[in-house]
């Protein structure tokens, strides 16, 4: 929600080296978009690296508003009651935008602003629904959802169909 703004409007970053997926986000959302994007550098003070980024704000609409309501109390970002928006296009983008393949190539999803009890729902979630077997794993303060490595070909046959083919090593292929 912008500062003084009535209405919401979607954010999304990537880095430089995602450029080819985040073009493809950016295109797709071009209806609410004006297909302008910003780069910007920034000096990691952890790693003493500069980084390079992609950014692009959509305009300000009231149909974003009911997003903003479900995924924000105040400007913290929550994990919705209802989770049926969690379908395999969703998953697709999250393991896309904030997953990552485990050295025992299981798949890792990044919940790290989220309460421990979300981090249980979701992961209960994707049990339930997609019949994943996964578990919690800690990342320094945070924790992490973790799908066994013998479920990656059931989440590669949910979302192969909807993974940008510069993203496709994410799933080992």
């Not at 797709?28 to 297909?35: F, K, M, V, Y």
């Not at 910003?38 to 952890?46: F, H, I, P, T």
């Not at 995924?71 to 904030?98: C, E, N, R």
């Not at 959802?145 to 799933?171: C, Q, W």
Request: with cysteine.
């Amino acid at each position: 929600m912008p500062p003084r703004g009535v209405n919401a409007r979607f954010g999304f970053t990537q880095s430089e080296s995602q450029k080819e997926y985040f073009i493809s986000v950016c295109d797709s959302l071009s209806n609410i978009c004006s297909g302008k994007y910003r780069e910007s550098s920034y000096l990691d003070k952890r790693t003493g690296k500069t980084y390079k980024s992609l950014s692009f704000w959509s305009r300000s609409l009231p149909m974003l508003n009911e997003f903003y309501r479900n995924f924000y109390i105040g400007k913290v970002k929550i994990v919705p009651q209802d989770l049926s928006l969690l379908t395999p296009l969703a998953l697709a983008h999250w393991l896309m935008q904030d997953g990552s393949r485990g050295t025992s190539k299981g798949l890792y999803l990044c919940t790290d602003s989220f309460t421990y009890a979300d981090v249980e729902r979701l992961t209960h979630y994707l049990m339930d629904r997609y019949n994943l077997k996964c578990s919690i794993h800690k990342a320094g303060g945070n924790h992490r959802i973790y799908i066994l490595a013998k479920y990656v070909d059931t989440v590669k046959n949910l979302i192969l169909p909807f993974m940008h083919k510069s993203m496709l090593y994410k799933l080992g292929v």
